[in-house]
């Protein structure tokens, strides 16, 4: 008798905390709209993809308010275009392009809200 064995491991690589503008991000762009606190799938291409975003409103390159608008409600925090709300774009340009480039970072990625 042939048996497979695996272990899954998971731990958090990114935390985002009262970020609503990239939460709502995922939503619009991974989990098809639906906001039910669900563990969704994230290629490597999404992940870029929301660097690029993040990106391109910090350079001035896109409109914040369409690219990464914020997103009002319960424990979501401002919904101001302030310094936090920059910081919390650089924060995701600089925690994922750490992610995406280091080769010993390997298996699936996954977001899930928590609130």
Avoid: M
């Avoid at 993809?49 to 997103?71: E, Y």
Wanted: charged residues 25%; glycine residues 4%.
């Amino acid at each position: 008798v042939s048996q497979s064995r695996y272990a899954v491991v998971e731990y958090n690589v990114a935390y985002w905390r009262k970020a609503n503008a990239i939460h709502a991000w995922f939503v619009k762009n991974v989990q098809n709209g639906e906001d039910n606190c669900q563990k969704t799938y994230v290629s490597r291409e999404q992940l870029q993809k929301l660097i690029d975003d993040c990106a391109a409103v910090l350079s001035g390159q896109k409109f914040a308010d369409d690219t990464l608008p914020t997103q009002s409600g319960f424990f979501f925090g401002s919904t101001e275009y302030d310094e936090y709300y920059k910081r919390d774009l650089q924060y995701t340009v600089d925690k994922l392009t750490e992610i995406l480039h280091d080769d010993s970072v390997v298996g699936s990625f996954y977001y899930q809200a928590s609130w």
